[in-house]
């Protein structure tokens, strides 16, 4: 492990071009108010919520609209004030129509939120300030969106010894956590004292890739001479900000395959999850809004973007003035997003980015034979054989991708990037999981 | 909205790509032989560009005639026929007849590709399944080694290069270059126990394939492509590592019997089978593990096939060889998985 200047780092990966200089100076603004807001009930992992208002109904903004449908599940709230038009299905970003609670801005309003009372975290069991995060709609902010109060449910035997915060941002383009770090290191610190406080962890670390100095900056000052919270700075590599490669960068420690961090006794959350617990805990703000950047060729005002979450991507794009060149518009970050199908469907809790493409960095690769160079083994931070699993898996035989643990694949792309023959790997290799998974279904 | 929404493309992630394809690759090595075709040139003449163009002409048309694509010659595209037109023409010796170096290079690319589905699907290197094939056809014109000359005889012809089949060659004049027949440093050093001194080697100023002779141009060139990661390249180092040590201990017993180690490292094919046809990832192992294991084994049976084989050469077999034990390799050399004991295949 090579520490200081240099930086840790996993073995592997790639080092795609960063695209971060557009947006990376561009302090974060609001988003204003526009009329219609759409919010899915399923934005994040697991189960959808449950409506508890009704069509015609008058909320306010912050007020609790959808409660968890499970324990897997999250709390989701109103972006503004405004009335319910409407409960039914939508379009959402993944492509399918999905139950959404539409939200019709009220046009008179100051949208000023009532002052709400920060919580006295110090006072709560394990179990309440689980509830209370469930309560406050937080997920991972870092793009899976992955409920966050899950993640500190530590089972039995299980002890949070060491919280780890991902501040790595190793999307290419993306730049919205940066300018958190930069803006409001005081939120993140202080996010990070809540949760080792209430989790009882040892120690605290932020990992953040060389590229961001102001961050690591930011970050330092913010922690003061506490010393309490160690910043990590990291060699700048993709995908270091995958949980288990982020592990093995900053202690060199490998997580057991099909094991989770929490078997190592770590907890590991983004920096924006821990502004927006502060933000919660402190000031009584649950999730409704979140931090995003827009940019690519395709947007001529390329931005970070404080926006509440159901806001339609046209109008975000629109305010970004979306030029006529623009021919894709992906959503999360360049290597792991989802491209649109149409500008009608919200930013979700977990959009990182919003990237608009011209057909001049769109990627029109041909495909060649698979030769066998073995870039991709190199690309692999699982180590994984990913040129077999995309043959196998282009063949159907998924018995023997098991064995060749597909499933260890956490999909980053990395293979893809940099197979010279543009072979889609990581598109066989997902389909493949997907057969797997509904194979398995179908046989218990 | 009055403007209409632009028709939005959907792709699957990742968006980005490294920008470095398949022909580029190919491209790149062909670039990389520049050198060591044009120290063909200057050590065995204008006979070196015609075998080489001969080779080349086979597999193209070859490909060309049977490729995989749908578009006539699509396959042709990617550069890897062409560069096993001219892996082969170098390997050849400068006198052979251009209807042998054109047959080599299709029986190459028919017999040792195509027929296995194209790129990416053969299982011996194209270009030595060629030579093998011309080996087994015309041993006599095959190891007919000439000799080299030097930048005075840049313009050279040798007249069995225009020999036709079945007929004689045309009877060369007194004083033709090809007249004057050599043998090369290892058929020297087996078959009347003569050394060749390493600066020789090193140069290129000896009798041999077109491309085999010198070294240092092949060793730059190799070095190149391994920092520019074209190549893996565990595969070259782990050859001539285990042929170093292997040949040393096998000196050590005998200093006059056996061949020295740099004799070895420097002389025949050792070095451009190494650098160019042992690195055709199509053949070699894809895991690094198996590069250090495929590197070792063909090590190991260059060093027998030299000192205790029939032939004084055995760098085309120990590929081939080892060609066919790649998929074996792989099998017992999975990378191991993150957070995980050995991987099995």
């Known amino acids: 492990m090579t520490a200081g200047v240099l930086g840790r780092t996993f073995r592997h990966g790639v080092h795609p071009r960063e695209h971060k200089e557009g947006t990376e100076d561009l302090a974060l603004e609001r988003m204003g108010f526009v009329d219609r807001y759409i919010l899915p009930l399923s934005q994040h992992l697991g189960a959808p919520c449950k409506s508890v208002v009704a069509v015609g109904e008058t909320v306010t903004r912050g007020q609790l609209i959808a409660e968890p449908g499970g324990f897997v599940s999250m709390a989701l709230h109103s972006p503004v004030d405004g009335t319910v038009a409407a409960i039914a299905m939508r379009r959402h970003p993944n492509g399918q129509m999905a139950q959404s609670i539409e939200i019709q801005a009220d046009a008179f309003s100051t949208q000023r939120m009532s002052a709400a009372s920060p919580v006295d975290w110090r006072s709560l069991t394990l179990d309440e300030f689980i509830t209370h995060v469930q309560q406050a709609g937080l997920v991972g902010m870092g793009g899976a969106a992955f409920p966050a109060h899950v993640k500190y449910k530590l089972p039995e035997g299980n002890r949070c010894e060491r919280l780890l915060v991902n501040g790595c941002e190793c999307e290419p383009y993306l730049t919205c956590d940066h300018r958190l770090m930069v803006e409001q290191p005081d939120a993140i610190i202080r996010g990070v004292e809540i949760l080792a406080e209430t989790l009882g962890a040892d120690s605290s670390t932020i990992g953040v890739e060389l590229n961001k100095p102001e961050s690591i900056e930011a970050l330092r000052r913010a922690v003061g001479d506490r010393g309490s919270i160690d910043i990590v700075p990291l060699k700048v590599k993709y995908p270091q900000g995958a949980e288990k490669m982020l592990i093995k960068a900053v202690w060199g420690e490998e997580v057991p395959a099909g094991k989770l961090p929490l078997d190592l006794n770590i907890v590991v959350n983004n920096v924006g999850t821990m502004a927006a617990l502060a933000d919660y805990f402190d000031r009584g703000i649950p999730v409704i809004e979140r931090a995003l950047t827009v940019a690519g060729p395709g947007v001529d005002r390329p931005a970070n973007l404080i926006v509440p979450i159901g806001t339609p991507v046209r109008d975000v794009l629109r305010r970004c003035g979306l030029n006529t060149q623009a021919r894709q518009v992906v959503m999360g970050g360049p290597m792991m997003g989802t491209s649109l199908a149409s500008l009608d469907v919200p930013v979700l809790k977990g959009t990182s980015g919003l990237l608009a493409f011209t057909e001049d960095v769109i990627n029109h690769t041909a495909e060649y034979a698979c030769v066998r160079c073995g870039q991709c083994l190199e690309a692999c931070g699982n180590f994984l054989n990913p040129s077999r699993l995309a043959r196998l898996a282009s063949a159907g035989r998924y018995d023997e991708l098991e064995k060749a643990h597909i499933m260890d694949c956490v999909e980053c792309g990395a293979c893809t990037y940099t197979c010279p023959s543009g072979v889609p790997i990581v598109h066989l290799i997902r389909a493949a999981k997907g057969m797997m998974r509904a194979r398995k279904a179908k046989e218990s | ?345």
């Open chain 2, 1 to 345: 909205m009055t403007r209409r929404d632009p028709r939005l493309l959907l792709q699957s992630a990742p968006f980005l790509r490294r920008g470095i394809t398949t022909p580029r690759l190919m491209v790149d090595v062909l670039i990389a032989l520049v050198p060591v075709v044009l120290a063909a040139v200057y050590f065995f003449g204008l006979s070196a560009i015609l075998v080489i163009v001969a080779a080349t002409a086979g597999a193209a048309l070859t490909e060309w005639v049977f490729g995989p694509d749908r578009r006539r010659g699509g396959s042709l595209t990617d550069g890897s026929t062409i560069l096993t037109g001219v892996l082969l023409g170098l390997c050849l010796p400068p006198g052979i007849a251009l209807w042998m170096a054109f047959l080599g290079g299709a029986v190459g690319v028919g017999l040792g590709k195509l027929v296995f589905g194209g790129l990416g699907q053969n299982i011996f290197n194209p270009a030595l399944v060629g030579r093998a094939f011309l080996q087994a056809a015309f041993p006599t014109a095959i190891t007919t080694w000439t000799q080299q000359g030097a930048i005075t005889e840049l313009l050279t012809i040798r007249p069995s290069n225009f020999a036709l089949p079945f007929m004689q060659a045309p009877a060369p004049a007194a004083d033709a270059v090809d007249a004057i027949s050599a043998a090369t440093p290892l058929g020297l050093m087996k078959f009347q126990n003569i050394p060749t001194g390493v600066e020789q080697l090193l140069l290129g100023n000896t009798a041999g394939s077109l491309g085999e002779t010198c070294a240092i141009v092949i060793i730059i060139c190799g070095v190149i492509l391994a920092i520019r990661r074209t190549f893996d390249w565990r595969i070259p180092v782990s050859i001539l590592g285990t042929v170093a040590v292997f040949s040393t201990i096998v000196w050590l017993f005998d200093r006059t019997e056996y061949p020295s180690p740099w004799l070895m490292l420097c002389s025949g094919g050792l070095l451009f089978g190494a650098v160019y046809m042992a690195t055709d990832p199509v053949t070699s192992p894809i895991t690094p593990r198996g590069a250090w294991i495929f590197g070792l084994g063909i090590g190991l049976l260059v060093v027998l096939i030299r000192i205790w084989g029939g032939l004084p050469e055995g760098v085309m077999y120990a590929i081939l060889l080892m060609n066919a034990a790649t998929p074996l390799i792989e099998r017992i050399a999975q990378p191991r998985a993150f957070g995980r004991g050995r991987a099995v295949a």
